[in-house]
């Protein structure tokens, strides 16, 4: 049992953190939900909270290239190599095996 340290639930499941395997530098959460609440930074632009890997320029963080763009920070695309703009049909990566052909 562990008492989650974003809201005080005493839960059998809680799960600890590490920030780049320092000691206290995460925490105790019962929930995915917690963690996030407590760790996950905010976009420098839109203040969304990241919880993928986001975009960094420099000591800034933001969830998105255009954030990145927005707040002046040119040169991150979230697209690269089509300079059409896209075709509009993204390749669906599938993990399942069935249908496979190799
Ligand atoms: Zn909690
Ligand atoms: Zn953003």
Excluded at 7 to 15: A, H, K, L, T, V
Excluded at 44 to 54: L, N, V
Excluded at 58 to 77: E, M, P, S, T
């Amino acid at each position: 049992m562990a008492i989650c340290d974003m809201c005080g639930n005493d839960y059998p499941r809680s799960m600890t953190i590490t920030i780049g395997g320092e000691k206290n530098s995460g925490g105790v959460f019962d929930s995915f939900e917690c963690a996030i609440a407590a760790l996950a930074p905010r976009c420098g632009h839109c203040r969304c909270r990241i919880i993928g890997h986001g975009v960094e320029s420099g000591c800034n963080i933001f969830c998105c290239a255009h954030c990145a763009r927005a707040a002046g920070h040119d040169g991150l695309v979230d697209q690269a190599g089509h300079t059409d703009g896209g075709s509009g049909q993204w390749k669906v990566f599938d993990d399942s095996r069935e249908g496979v052909v190799e």
